[in-house]
């Protein structure tokens, strides 16, 4: 079983910056593909930005790109997500999801595919 911690979520105006942080548990050679997802109020929850366990690939959903940037630091088992230029649409609860990958070079964009998820993490944009 694999536990997952979000951090880093918080009030911010519209314009501003957050970083995210998603501690996982495991060996630091187990190879995991990680990504964000997200869930507004009375929406589903969507894809947000996933990443290769080796960090060198990486997927965007279009309504992120320029602004966010997924990232991770496997001595740390921590991955990140760095947003700049929130907007109040991108009010959510914010969750972390990691899926088993051997290979360590694919990622993974939609919810199904992950195994273990954190608890999530509130971000809130004011206009």
């Known amino acids: 079983q694999v536990q997952l911690v979000e951090s880093g979520g918080g009030l911010v105006q519209a314009g501003g910056s957050l970083r995210l942080s998603c501690a996982y548990s495991?060996?630091?050679?187990?190879?995991?593909?990680s990504g964000w997802f997200r869930q507004a109020p009375g929406k589903e929850r969507e894809f947000v930005a996933a990443i290769s366990w080796t960090g060198g690939n990486t997927d965007y959903a279009d309504f992120v790109k320029g602004r966010f940037t997924i990232s991770r630091d496997n001595a740390k088992r921590t991955v990140y997500l760095q947003m700049n230029s929130l907007k109040p649409e991108d009010t959510a609860v914010y969750y972390c999801?990691?899926?088993?990958?051997?290979?360590?070079?694919?990622?993974?964009?939609?919810?199904?595919?992950?195994?273990?998820w954190g608890q999530g993490t509130q971000v809130t944009v004011s206009s």
């Open positions: 999801a990691v899926k088993l990958d051997n290979a360590g070079t694919n990622y993974y964009s939609t919810a199904y595919q992950y195994n273990y």
């Open positions: 495991g060996s630091t050679f187990t190879r995991y593909a």
